[in-house]
């Protein structure tokens, strides 16, 4: 059975850099048949997709997506020692305030999710 | 970039019948997901590619596309189907996860 455990609750301020952790059990975050996604839901808002990151052992290469959103302020990371990715997002303001969740994607479909990770952007 | 709709809001009394649509262009042709979402919770995958149903979601949950509009229905609503339904397509022309905005069901 795939868990996906996320860090705790965090406060930032704003112009810092947010960043959350999703640690798998179940799976490798170098599996080759899957992506791993970040994606988050603003206070009273509907759900948006963040980014993902994917292995692929024919190429050995990784590849990054990112939402138009955010990109330039994104980073998606993969720790195979620790079997985690992580989310960083620079130069927050408070719209950046929302729960983060991590998720799995299997043929491109969220089967996994984590817990979910509350970051309150305020000074 | 692609765009999903959904109307905000939907109720029904237990029971009965709740339909939840989701608009899209020429939506009929991408693989459709949809979500469950209760608050303080996770999403919950509900349905997926169109009209599949993961192991423990009942059937009381289906849906159904046409060519711009999928369908999520719910059947004998419960209290326990009042949440936020979000359906999600990947974009192939963007490389990107896209969600409906979502609708609300009330129960009743």
């Known amino acids: 059975q795939v868990q996906l455990q996320q860090s705790g609750p965090g406060l930032v301020k704003p112009s810092q850099t947010l960043s959350v952790t999703c640690v798998i059990s179940?799976?490798?975050?170098?599996?080759?048949?899957?992506?791993w996604n970040w994606i988050r839901q603003a206070p009273s808002r509907g759900l948006e997709w963040l980014g993902r990151?994917?292995?692929?052992?024919?190429?050995?290469?990784?590849?990054?997506d990112y939402a138009l959103s955010v990109k330039g302020r994104i980073s998606i990371t993969a720790d195979t020692s620790k079997n985690q990715f992580s989310l960083q997002l620079n130069s927050v303001t408070p719209e950046d305030t929302a729960i983060y969740y991590c998720a799995r994607a299997g043929e491109r479909v969220f089967d996994y999710w984590g817990q979910g990770t509350l970051m309150t952007v305020s000074s | 970039s692609y765009v999903l709709t959904q109307p905000p809001s939907v109720s029904a009394a237990p029971g009965h019948t709740a339909t939840i649509t989701c608009g899209g262009n020429?939506?009929?042709?991408?693989?459709l997901h949809w979500f469950q979402k209760r608050p303080g919770q996770a999403p919950v995958l509900i349905i997926y590619n169109n009209n599949g149903r993961p192991s423990g979601i009942p059937e009381r949950f289906s849906a159904s596309k046409s060519r711009d509009t999928a369908t999520l229905t719910i059947t004998r609503v419960e209290a326990g189907d009042e949440a936020d339904y979000f359906c999600?397509?990947?974009?192939?022309?963007?490389?990107?996860?896209?969600f409906g905005p979502g609708t609300k069901v009330t129960v009743l």
């Open positions: 179940g799976d490798s975050v170098s599996s080759s048949s899957v992506a």
């Open positions: 020429n939506v009929g042709s991408k693989s």
């Open positions: 999600q397509v990947w974009d192939s022309s963007s490389d990107h996860h896209v």
């Open positions: 990151t994917y292995y692929r052992s024919v190429t050995s290469y990784w590849t990054y």
